[in-house]
DNA sequence: TTCGCCATGTAATACGTTACATGATTGG
DNA sequence: CCAATCATGTAACGTATTACATGGCGAA
């Protein structure tokens, strides 16, 4: 899978391991992650596979980078599994829930602030989500041929958001009705 | 994590790992998922440490069966584990989004029977979810021990409509998004 | 001078997933 | 008689996570 995700954001332009882990946390954080391990290990063994090329560029004063780049075999290797549609459902694992489902037995008072807890954590998620919509604006201005990719990112962008007023919404009226037993 | 979710399970009543599996996928579904290959060995090293203990019940006719309990020990780890609350959101990991992400260059029809069928999905799941609630109110009734565990366990549920609601929405809205274009 | 950022990697461990493997019973 | 369900496990592989490891630059 990560596979796929890197193929296709070196399909936008060549970059490097530090320069994939910094757009992956600052455009996708809200469906998917990687750890930098996994990034630069993958990126090797797809070039050992042939599906990128990497260029050392020695940085004076700055530090060295190696620069990844697409081969037409890694190009067509993300095509084919962009073309293949997607026919289950990703599976879900919340711990949060999980914890829930068991806390009968539990301290009211401290089920109740672990909410909280929770809640403050999506809230902020929720605001920061906010705060990329203007950045996805302007990239749309400052590179017109991006404008359908743009439109694109803004439909995933709201999948975030929907999914953090979900879980607020959920919170709250949880939190209300432990409240009230 | 599901050894916490086994010493869970097993705190309500001994159990085969067989029992554990149709419990999982039964009750808790919604929000995690674990295969029997992962049961049967966590099982068999929750015991080597002393957390649990099994006893071989030779079945006559019927298949033999290994019933797995609880030890003091395996009760302190559940609570100990149950009284230190969460601090961080549980990550997401969204195939159908991120493909999303990338579509832009896709065929726009391809894109959207892909969305269709996952819109097909999620509304089974939902019915599904409405399908175990009156499942949850017979668990009440039979044993009025559970009641308080039968108020956690529908907020669990809760979470599980919640999130198909939403996800049922973003695609309806986002079919709508792509069919205009 | 210390903290954070830039930049790269390896090693060890833990966890998840698919596939292999067996065999009895029950209902259509 | 065939498929589904009950019931248990192992093996191989694949992916994820934490920890180790290094070193320069710039700002407070």
Chains 1, 2 share one sequence.
Do not use: C
Request: charged share 25%; hydrophobic share 40%.
């Amino acid at each position: 899978m990560i596979k796929y995700f890197l193929l296709g954001f070196l399909n936008y332009q060549p970059m490097t391991g530090y320069d994939l882990k910094q757009t992956i946390d600052h455009s996708v954080s809200h469906f998917w992650h990687a750890y930098h391990s996994q990034i630069y290990t993958t990126l090797r063994q797809m070039e050992a596979d042939k599906l990128v090329v990497s260029e050392f560029v020695h940085g004076e004063g700055q530090p060295d980078r190696r620069v990844y780049s697409l081969t037409d075999a890694g190009r067509a290797e993300f095509k084919t599994w962009l073309d293949q549609p997607l026919t289950e459902m990703s599976p879900i694992k919340e711990e949060l829930v999980l914890r829930l489902f068991f806390s009968a037995s539990r301290d009211k008072n401290s089920v109740l602030s672990e909410l909280h807890l929770q809640h403050d954590l999506h809230q902020k998620k929720l605001n920061e989500y906010h705060g990329i919509t203007p950045h996805i604006e302007q990239n749309a201005k400052s590179a017109p041929e991006l404008a359908r990719d743009v439109l694109f990112w803004k439909m995933t962008l709201n999948m975030g958001i929907s999914y953090e007023e979900m879980y607020i919404a959920w919170l709250e009226k949880t939190i209300q009705e432990i409240e009230r037993m």
